[in-house]
């Protein structure tokens, strides 16, 4: 009888491991944030006008991504992360970001300067930046791991130009006198961004 009693106890207590590791799984596979640690991020701001990456989130209070950005007149690279201190479909959001778009080169200027069914923002063109951005905001998180956000902040600047090297002389002309030496500029901005996020994984 004995026996039997211990079989008894051993038998419950494999079935409650086995219960519990069972709904250990589950509530696993329904968080989001395991499921679907990485996504893809398009918003547009200022600065870096419109942006698209891929992000990467290690735990549930932190983001990374990285991406392209283009403004326009050029692309350019980012790189950020996240802080995300609460749970919960609605949350407070701290974002910190570094940027770069380099100055066209000579070459692509000239095939602007020839080509005249393109619009003549040659200045724009000699004109490289880099930056560096903090931002508060809120992200709510919707169905479908959906995930909108909008924030503001600050972007430290530095506008840059090569002035004229590697401009061939024949195509100098078509430059404003200003451009032909170069320059550097730092200045503190205002940005703001909305996007969205769609997580997978």
Do not use: C
């Amino acid at each position: 009888m004995g026996v039997v009693s211990a079989l008894a106890v051993v038998g419950v207590l494999l079935t409650a491991q086995t219960a519990a590791a069972s709904g250990l799984q589950r509530r696993g596979t329904q968080d989001p944030e395991r499921l679907a640690p990485f996504g893809l991020m398009l918003d547009a701001s200022a600065p870096e006008g419109a942006g698209l990456s891929l992000s990467f989130r290690p735990m549930r209070m932190l983001r990374l991504h990285v991406g392209g950005t283009h403004n326009g007149v050029r692309p350019g690279a980012r790189v950020g992360l996240t802080l995300l201190p609460w749970k919960g479909s609605l949350t407070p959001a701290l974002t910190l970001e570094a940027g770069h778009a380099r100055p066209a080169n000579g070459a692509g200027l000239e095939r602007r300067i020839v080509d005249r069914t393109q619009m003549p923002i040659h200045s724009l063109e000699r004109v490289g930046y880099s930056y560096a951005s903090a931002l508060l905001g809120f992200e709510w998180q919707a169905p479908k791991r959906l995930t909108f956000f909008v924030r503001g902040g600050f972007s430290i600047m530095r506008l840059y130009s090569p002035g004229i090297v590697g401009v061939d002389e024949q195509f100098r002309a078509a430059l404003e006198p200003a451009n032909f030496h170069g320059w550097s500029l730092s200045n503190i901005e205002p940005t703001a961004k909305l996007g969205i996020l769609w997580s997978f994984g």
